[in-house]
């Protein structure tokens, strides 16, 4: 699970809330005042649970998130509180009489100590509101979740209001036969998953309204439990109508807070929550021997204090056992990696979708593992944002966005052998038909129906069918087994401003535009057509295309640093790749380094080798053509031949330099900056190539 570990506000809001759920069982305020207590805990810590379910909401449904890896680690914490608890079950002779109703009730909703209720809820609610979410969309599922809420209301702080009418109170009678309470995984979960994944892709307000609602929220919501106490209307008091708005200006300003945190408070929250019941009971056994029962169990805050205290204990000693015994991870940034700028890669989405015309939707082309972004990553993040159609290279790169929980269109551009049709179909990717041939011949292979984009040649001669068989590209049309729901083309000099090159461009477009009309003519929907690639949407924006596939662009780099472009909407580089220096060695003037002694010290030098070759991307012929990395801010040169894995940069004018340095081979340090197109020149190549070929040895950091 993405713990958004930069999220402070969140984080130490995790360790409230835990100690509030406490609250809620062990009522500090009891001995003082009853109205007190209930305020404490029936109103104001009624805000911890939905915290934790906007907490996963937020993470794991609001990009970036995986739902069933999240599923899966919910179930083993069920699983293991359920175990832990059994003895105590056993003990107190809860098991006795149970059926299977009273089973089903226990492990799916109520959960199997009192306080374990927390995870089926979040088991069911989660699956249930990434179902919907997946399924129906946005909007349709926050009108389920709060229609399932108001549901739940009746037959929670409101159910004196329809106790006594006949109908409605049996069918909640029949709910409450299945689950004892609406407090649970369907009535109560959902809004707050759904509200979590929200504020995680939407923006919210400015801080002065998120108070002033948060403020109101409380106070209102403080009236309304009041009168529903006092109307006698309560049969359980977890749920208010105004508990959503709480939530919602609660989160907004939480997320406010920024700044990284350390320690795993995800964690301690967490086994603060499982173990605070046993705690209790440990707490009283402790108060009975040492005689302090006045002080620990009958004066409510005491109670409080001393299971708080020894829950927070407990959770520590676990947490610290666990990080000597646990297996070590290696770091991202031990040796060398690539860092993407996630805010970087969904700013140049929105400005290249703001730059398109009306109706031309950007598709963002995630090959090759996203020009080396990472493309599960970015196609989550774009996916958070709005970003609904990709394009991949191939059949395995669409598998792969799809099993990740991609959302939208996904072209599959290349080549794929018509014998993987049910792959196609079962993961609803559009195939590219390359050629009216393989249009043919993919529909006869097919059982069921496949989508496919037409690909037209009109002079690119890569793949497509030629624009002048317009019979033959009518008769894709009409196939049996395949939806045609596009047809597209390619442009081979979009990125080239010179004159022969700009009507050669023209006279692409005008072909294929020419064929659609034809089409459209005889009575055939083309579906969507596209053209532009980055270059082309650039150079030759163009209001007929439903989609432009911009690959080089949405990475904020261009090809070539010469290229000339008519337009760059303010696009900012999202990738940066950095090295640790893992040794500085001091050589005197003379001296040869490396294989075939191709580079000899002209001073005394101070030589830094880094571990990162061109097994990672960084290419051997770097050297010749001039390539530098930064250190402390400077340009050091890549001197002596590139290994696999290893390579040296003079650092003798780079002040102080240690082993564990930092070298940045393209992105900033300090004042200076080597952009992509840069470092790709001296490679001798273009910021395609470099791109792709950063190597699967590197980790991915994204911030
Ligand atoms: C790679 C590719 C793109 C994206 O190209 P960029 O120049 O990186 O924007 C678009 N269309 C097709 C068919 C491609 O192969």
């Known amino acids: 699970m993405d713990r958004g570990r930069n999220l402070k506000g969140i984080e130490l809001f995790r360790v409230a809330a835990a100690f509030l759920v406490v609250a809620i069982h062990t009522s500090p305020l009891a001995s003082y005042s009853a109205t007190a207590d209930f305020i404490l805990t029936r109103v104001f810590a009624r805000t911890a649970v939905p915290f934790f379910f906007m907490v996963t909401g937020c993470f794991v449904l609001g990009g970036g998130g995986n739902i069933r890896a999240s599923l899966k680690k919910l179930l083993i914490i069920y699983a293991a509180s359920a175990a832990l608890y059994l003895p105590v079950n056993v003990y107190a002779g809860h098991l006795s009489g149970w059926n299977l109703l009273e089973l089903v009730r226990q492990v799916f909703f109520e959960g199997t100590f009192y306080h374990l209720w927390y995870l089926p809820a979040a088991i069911l609610g989660l699956w ?62 959902p809004l707050f998953f759904w509200l979590g994944a929200k504020l995680r892709s939407g923006r919210g307000c400015s801080i002065g309204y998120e108070a002033a609602g948060l403020a109101a929220g409380l106070a209102l919501m403080l009236g309304e439990a009041l009168l529903a106490r006092s109307q006698g209307w309560q049969r359980h008091d977890s749920m208010y109508v105004l508990l959503p708005f709480v939530m919602y200006f609660l989160f907004a300003l939480l997320l406010r807070a920024r700044g990284r945190v350390r320690l795993p ?179 006869e292979a097919v059982r069921g129906r496949v989508d496919v984009h037409l690909k037209v040649d009109t002079g690119m001669h890569r793949l497509g069918e030629s624009w002048e068989h317009t019979e033959a590209i009518a008769g894709c049309f009409g196939l049996p087994r395949l939806n045609v729901t596009g047809m597209f083309t390619h442009l081979a000099v979009s990125d080239s401003l010179s004159d022969s090159d700009v009507s050669f461009t023209e006279e692409q477009i005008r072909r294929f535009f020419g064929l659609a009309a034809e089409l459209e003519r005889r009575g055939i929907d083309t579906g969507a057509l596209h053209t532009q690639a980055s270059y082309g949407l650039l150079n030759y924006p163009d209001a007929r295309c439903a989609y432009a596939r911009a690959g080089v662009a949405l990475y904020g780099v261009k090809s070539d640093e010469h290229d000339g472009v008519r337009a760059w909407p303010e696009l900012e580089p999202a990738l940066s790749l950095r090295a640790r220096i893992g040794l500085v060695r001091e050589l005197p003037a003379g001296e040869s380094i490396g294989y075939g002694r191709e580079f000899t010290t002209a001073r005394a030098s101070k030589i830094a080798v880094l571990p990162v070759g061109y097994g990672d991307g960084v290419f051997r012929c770097a050297m010749h053509g001039g390539a530098e990395a930064l250190v402390n801010g400077k340009r050091c040169p890549v001197v002596a031949r590139i290994c696999m894995d290893q390579l040296c940069l003079d650092v003798t004018d780079a002040g102080d330099v240690k082993p564990g340095s930092v070298a940045t081979f393209i992105g900033r340090d300090g004042s200076e900056f080597i952009s992509c197109e840069e470092f790709a020149s001296k490679c001798g190549t273009i910021s395609n190539e470099v791109l792709s070929r950063l190597g699967k040895r590197l980790p991915r950091v994204y911030n």
């Open 128 to 189: 249930l509101t990434g179902l919907m979410l997946r399924r129906l969309g946005d909007r349709p599922t926050a009108f389920i979740a709060a229609a399932l809420y108001a549901l739940g209301l009746l037959g929670d702080s409101y159910w004196g209001l329809i106790e006594n009418i006949p109908g409605i109170n049996s069918a909640y009678n029949a709910v409450f036969a299945l689950m004892g309470y609406t407090r649970n995984g369907l009535f109560f979960a």
């Open 265 to 443: 408070l995800g964690s301690f929250s967490l086994l603060v929550y499982i173990l605070h019941p046993a705690v209790i009971i440990a707490v009283r056994g402790a108060a009975r021997f040492l005689g302090l029962w006045d002080i620990l169990v009958e004066n409510s805050l005491g109670h409080y204090a001393a299971v708080c205290l020894g829950s927070a204990a407990a959770s520590a000693v676990i947490l610290l056992v666990w990080a000597r015994i646990r297996p070590r991870s290696v770091s991202p940034t031990a040796r060398a990696w690539v860092e993407v700028s996630l805010d970087a890669l969904k700013n140049n989405a929105k400005r290249l979708q703001d730059f398109a015309p009306e109706g031309c939707e950007l598709m963002a082309v995630l090959k090759c593992d996203a020009y080396g972004h990472g493309a599960v990553r970015s196609a989550r993040e774009l996916n958070s944002i709005g970003v609904g159609a990709f394009a991949v290279a191939c059949l395995a790169e669409g598998v792969e966005l799809r099993r990740a929980g991609v959302r939208g269109l996904i072209l599959i551009l290349g080549f794929t052998p018509v014998d993987q049709w049910r792959v196609i179909r079962r993961y609803k990717l559009t195939q590219c038909a390359v050629s009216a041939d393989y249009a043919r011949a993919l529909s």
